[in-house]
């Protein structure tokens, strides 16, 4: 309904790319049960948008939480009440987390990963009270220090600083 939405021009996405003939517009995101819409902060495409939402609780039998709803501003946008009131939810503000990712960070920047140095450190101080072998520390480093960083390198450059944190941390528990 939204790909409709969008083709009629009820609803403008997200350009990503402006190369002529070939640009790409993202109206929407799913994973699992959550969707993220992007649309432009005017009324009509709002109540489009809630139309489709409305039309889509009926046909699935599935039930939007309008309470756990957000609506995330880019820029500055001066009837945010309105909208709000047109499609309900409450209003977000970026940078925020969605699916363990910082949205709208500077993606360059050193604070968004002190989440992975703080998971790191939580789980080898819990590790440290517990006798285990060289072998089993090795194993733990590979299997989960290791894995922790790589969900955000897939769309983060990781810093240096943050690397050389992350392999002192490694080194000391082994």
Sequence with gaps: MIKTAKVSGWVKGFEVNRSGANNL????LQYADDTLVFCDAVK???RFLRIILVLFEGVSGLHIN???SNIFPIN????MGQLTQIL???VGSLPTVYLGMPLGARSKSKEIWNSVIEKCEKKLSRWKSQYLSLG??????????????????SLFPIP???LQRLDKLRRTFL
Excluded: C, F
Aim: aromatic share 6%.
């Design 25 to 28: 517009e993202i109206t929407h």
């Design 44 to 46: 009509d495409q709002l």
């Design 66 to 68: 309008w309470r756990k």
């Design 76 to 79: 500055e946008v001066n009837n």
């Design 88 to 90: 309900g939810g409450e």
């Design 136 to 153: 089993g520390r090795l194993v733990l480093i590979n299997s989960v220090l290791d894995s922790l960083p790589t969900y955000m390198m």
């Design 160 to 162: 240096a600083g943050v």
